[in-house]
């Protein structure tokens, strides 16, 4: 079984940055693509970022703010958030899919972590 544990969420003001990091147990799943998502009380989960190899999609809201990056000898992947609005947020999850696919739909992920909370103060 796979396991996700993301680290690095926190409170900042807006404008600040924050740089989120998981790390996966599983070295064969560096073949999958991995992605991050969030989920804002009493919303649903919603895509922020994927990444496999050198392709990159972002949700537009975030766009040139975030920037997700993977680091394939320590098996983690990151977000570094920048530019941090009131609305950004959330509980931040990520997650692998079983699939090289970078999709922004949760259910082509077959493994996520526990989540981080986001906070940004206005």
């Known amino acids: 079984q796979v396991q996700l544990v993301e680290s690095g969420g926190g409170l900042v003001q807006a404008g600040g940055s924050l740089s989120l990091s998981c790390t996966v147990s599983?070295?064969?799943?560096?073949?999958?693509?991995m992605g991050w998502f969030r989920q804002a009380p009493g919303k649903e989960r919603e895509f922020v970022a994927a990444?496999?190899?050198?392709?990159?999609k972002y949700t537009d809201s975030v766009k040139g703010r975030f920037t997700i990056s993977r680091d394939y000898a320590k098996n983690t992947v990151s977000l570094q958030m920048n530019s941090l609005k009131p609305e950004d947020t959330a509980v931040y999850f990520c997650?692998?899919?079983?699939?090289?696919?970078?999709?922004?739909?949760?259910?082509?992920?077959?493994?996520w972590g526990q989540g981080t909370q986001v906070t940004v103060s206005s």
């Open positions: 599983d070295r064969t799943s560096t073949s999958y693509a």
């Open positions: 990444i496999n190899g050198s392709t990159r």
């Open positions: 997650a692998v899919s079983n699939t090289g696919i970078t999709s922004p739909l949760p259910r082509e992920y077959a493994a």
